[in-house]
């Protein structure tokens, strides 16, 4: 059988391919790594405490925290402050921008964005959840504080991405301008080794995700578009299939591997679109473009969409190309789409 490398093997032959590389993005993949292997520990405990997710208020985006998410944030946080490659991160968490005022870490080229546990709620009944994360190159100068500009960046300048799903198997999914890689972790021997080498997301798939309770929130071009599907699957038995998980990371996945797509239109409720798109939407459309799929707000692309605040939500429709362009040339959302 053949050896499959781990993903410090993987990293390490990455970085000969630049000589001239100072290793801090290669070190922030490998902290990460290390940050989800201790949220992977409490999320997979199998005791009763794991189930103890215990609300503990409202976060910035304005979504219940649960012990969980309290977790994996500080984890991710702690991480990243003491890898000394990172010189301040936005989290979901956190309503303001954090910067790391080490020397060391304001000699640091690089800014964390990331949600801590995507779907956290999921866990109450044994469903995956997930960490996203993205790496910029900050904008401010090398040696100083960064500031909020350096995290209100087009997703087209992303430096790499990735997520973590938590589920029956736990793997790290990460894309830098070289394409996509998967990893497993491997509880025999505790690291995560290579799985899915060169990831492409299938030209076309069978599945549609979207959250099908607030379809007469969405705009009459969403209505007929979903009807369509489901008029040809009427037609042709399996022509189209409905899987929705609830968690970004879980459809996601799945999607990024077999072909579909995803949509979280705006709705009445959530007029600017409900996911956020520093550290939910732009990671997975950079994910997605690297594997050859495509990610749009209804009216541009995802990674072209400039930030104004860290918090900004954004509609998304993602997935297979030959998918997404199935969508009307012009959504029309009756909401604001930007």
Same mark, same amino acid.
């Not at 976060?59 to 649960?66: E, F, P």
């Not at 960046?153 to 999914?173: D, L």
């Not at 072209?304 to 029309?332: A, E, F, L, N, W």
């Given at each position: 059988?053949?050896?499959?490398?781990?993903?410090?093997?993987?990293?390490?032959?990455?970085?000969?391919?630049?000589?001239?590389?100072?290793?801090?993005?290669?070190?922030?993949?490998?902290?990460?790594?290390?940050?989800?292997?201790?949220?992977?520990?409490?999320?997979?405990?199998?005791?009763?405490?794991?189930?103890?997710?215990?609300?503990?208020?409202?976060?910035?985006?304005?979504?219940?925290?649960?012990?969980?998410?309290?977790?994996?944030?500080?984890?991710?946080?702690?991480?990243?402050?003491?890898?000394?490659?990172?010189?301040?991160?936005?989290?979901?968490?956190?309503?303001?921008?954090?910067?790391?005022?080490?020397?060391?870490?304001?000699?640091?080229?690089?800014?964390?964005?990331f949600d801590p546990l995507d779907g956290s709620s999921n866990t109450d009944n044994c469903m995956p959840v997930g960490t996203i994360?993205? =790496?910029?190159?900050?904008? $401010?100068?090398?040696?100083?504080?960064? @500031? !909020?500009?350096?995290?209100? /960046?087009?997703?087209?300048? #992303?430096?790499?991405?990735?997520?973590?799903?938590?589920?029956?198997?736990?793997?790290?999914?990460?894309?830098?301008?070289?394409?996509?890689?998967?990893?497993?972790?491997?509880?025999?021997?505790?690291?995560?080794?290579?799985?899915?080498?060169? =990831?492409?997301?299938?030209? $076309?798939?069978?599945?549609?995700?979207? @959250? !099908?309770?607030?379809?007469? /929130?969405?705009?009459?071009? #969403?209505?007929?578009f979903l009807e369509g599907l489901q008029k040809w699957n009427s037609y042709s038995p399996g022509s189209y299939n409905f899987r929705?998980?609830?968690?970004?990371?879980?459809?996601?996945?799945?999607?990024?591997?077999?072909?579909?797509?995803?949509?979280?239109?705006?709705?009445?409720?959530?007029?600017?679109?409900?996911?956020?798109?520093?550290?939910?939407?732009?990671?997975?459309s950079f994910i997605f473009e690297k594997a050859g799929g495509v990610s749009v707000n209804g009216t541009q692309d995802i990674l072209?969409?400039?930030?104004?605040?860290?918090?900004?939500?954004?509609?998304?429709?993602?997935?297979?190309?030959?998918?997404?362009?199935?969508?009307?040339?012009?959504?029309?959302?009756?909401?604001?789409?930007?």
């Open positions: 059988m053949d050896r499959k490398l781990t993903l410090d093997e993987f990293r390490l032959n990455e970085l000969r391919l630049f000589p001239g590389a100072t290793g801090e993005l290669s070190n922030l993949l490998r902290v990460l790594s290390i940050a989800s292997k201790r949220i992977h520990a409490v999320v997979n405990k199998k005791s009763p405490e794991k189930n103890d997710s215990g609300e503990r208020g409202i976060n910035a985006s304005g979504d219940t925290v649960k012990k969980l998410d309290q977790f994996a944030n500080e984890e991710m946080i702690n991480i990243l402050k003491g890898s000394f490659s990172c010189a301040g991160i936005v989290s979901e968490e956190e309503e303001k921008f954090q910067i790391f005022e080490d020397s060391r870490n304001c000699a640091s080229k690089y800014i964390v964005v994360f993205a =790496i910029y190159r900050r904008l $401010s100068p090398i040696g100083t504080f960064c @500031n !909020e500009q350096d995290f209100l /960046q087009a997703g087209k300048n #992303i430096y790499a991405a990735g997520y973590i799903i938590y589920g029956s198997s736990t793997m790290f999914v990460y894309a830098t301008k070289r394409g996509v890689n998967g990893f497993t972790l491997d509880n025999n021997i505790g690291e995560f080794c290579l799985t899915h080498p060169s =990831i492409r997301c299938p030209e $076309s798939g069978t599945i549609y995700s979207v @959250n !099908e309770s607030n379809r007469y /929130q969405y705009s009459q071009s #969403i209505i007929d929705y998980v609830g968690s970004m990371v879980a459809d996601l996945h799945r999607i990024l591997l077999e072909g579909g797509i995803f949509m979280y239109p705006a709705t009445a409720g959530n007029r600017s679109g409900k996911l956020r798109l520093l550290y939910e939407c732009n990671p997975f072209d969409i400039s930030p104004t605040s860290i918090h900004q939500r954004c509609p998304i429709y993602i997935g297979s190309r030959k998918m997404v362009q199935m969508m009307p040339r012009s959504i029309g959302d009756r909401y604001n789409m930007t």
